[in-house]
């Protein structure tokens, strides 16, 4: 699955599209998979609200200071592979009825952390559907 950011940092809701990878595959039970091999990216679960993902982002950026890193000499990015790594790379999703088995009011994001920029995510699914 190919992703367009447009900003520096943002939070991108993925639920419907994985949605549809699902339906794709005729999976109705089993597991996503949702991984971005990508070092300065993240994939999270949490409500698609807009004051809360304007707190996420503060989150991440008060956490992380913007201040002078040691890899910053490389590509002066360093800030964004740190809030890549406290957020993480991944998410494993059960997959019920042929659709991610979310809580009610539960989303999954792709985090850029470094944009804008042309990311790609590597979606799997593991069909666990019993056939007799």
């Known amino acids: 699955m190919d992703i367009q950011t447009n900003s520096h940092i943002q939070l991108i809701d993925i639920t419907t599209s994985l949605n549809q990878e699902i339906a794709g595959t005729g999976t109705e039970t089993g597991v996503c998979i949702v991984y971005t091999p990508h070092t300065t990216t993240a994939i999270i679960i949490n409500e698609n609200e807009t004051g809360l993902k304007e707190d ?3 989150f991440i950026n008060t956490v992380v200071p913007k201040i002078r890193y040691a890899h910053d000499r490389v590509d ?6 740190l809030q890549a790594v406290l957020l993480g790379n991944n998410a494993c999703i059960p997959i019920d009825g042929g659709r991610l088995a979310l809580g009610t009011w539960q989303s999954v994001f792709f985090v850029e952390l470094d944009g804008p920029r042309r990311r790609r995510l590597v979606v799997r699914t593991i069909d666990t559907t019993r056939r007799t």
């Open 76 to 81: 002066n990015n360093a800030r964004s592979h």
């Open 56 to 58: 996420i982002l503060k």
